[in-house]
């Protein structure tokens, strides 16, 4: 069973500060994503990410894809309140139950800025 | 564009009554998915359409979920009898193309609580 741990769960950071997310995973797969979401929103989608040692960058966040290490980063730089939300990492891989790719998410990490 | 439209947003029931959801995809998305929703979770896919067919429901609980997409449009999500553990938000996804490759994007999903 594909299992996708995200830590930590929950963020504080004050504005300003760096911070790193991690998403591991436990089987192979070259495809990750990374998606936000804002309290009763839906999901909307940061980065895709599509092979080995990608790296996006959107404003003030940073992702990239070790696929050896099985590890995703999303990187914070200098946060500000606006990136108050929860973000989710979903790998795209084979489910052993149907033979099909699917997304699996990990349970999210909720981040909150502070002035 | 309009995004993916889901209703109701908000649907309260008592257990043992029956429910429906009902989900519009992107205009010219062929791959419709359902996902569930707990409280401090990530999604969890439920089934997904190519068009009219259902070519992944190996996590839906055929017992007492069923789901159609007719003329391969707009899909509807079912729950007879409800159940208190049915308590979710459901969300609707859609993709342009077949297949594992492509960007998901979510409605704003339904909130179900079941007393």
């Known amino acids: 069973e594909l299992k996708v741990e995200q830590n930590p769960l929950f963020l504080s950071m004050q504005e300003g500060k760096n911070y790193t997310i991690y998403c591991n995973y436990s089987t192979t797969s070259d495809r990750l994503y990374w998606y936000r979401q804002d309290p009763g929103k839906s999901l909307e989608s940061l980065f895709v990410?599509?092979?080995?040692?990608a790296v996006k960058q959107e404003g003030r966040l940073m992702a990239s894809l070790d696929t050896k290490a099985r590890l995703s980063t999303l990187h914070i730089t200098a946060a500000v309140h606006d990136l108050s939300a929860t973000y989710f990492c979903?790998?795209?891989?084979?489910?052993?139950?149907?033979?099909?790719?699917?997304?699996?998410f990990g349970k999210g990490t909720k981040l909150s800025v502070i002035p | 564009e309009a995004g993916v439209v889901q209703s109701p947003r908000y649907k309260i029931i008592e257990k043992k009554q029956p429910v429906a959801f009902w989900c519009n995809p992107i205009?010219?998305?062929?791959?419709l998915y359902w996902y569930l929703q707990n409280l401090g979770q990530g999604p969890e896919l439920l089934i997904r359409?190519?068009?009219?067919?259902?070519?992944?429901d190996s996590q839906l609980p055929k017992d007492r979920f069923s789901a159609e997409r007719l003329k391969g449009v707009d899909s509807t999500l079912k729950i007879q009898p409800a159940e208190l553990g049915d308590s979710a938000v459901y969300l609707c996804?859609?993709?342009?193309?077949?297949?594992?490759?492509?960007?998901?994007?979510f409605g704003p999903g339904t909130r179900l609580l079941v007393l």
């Open positions: 996804a859609s993709s342009p193309l077949p297949g594992h490759q492509e960007t998901q994007y």
């Open positions: 359409y190519e068009n009219e067919e259902a070519v992944d």
């Open positions: 205009s010219g998305h062929n791959t």
């Open positions: 979903a790998v795209d891989a084979v489910y052993s139950g149907a033979g099909s790719y699917q997304l699996t």
């Open positions: 990410l599509l092979s080995n040692g």
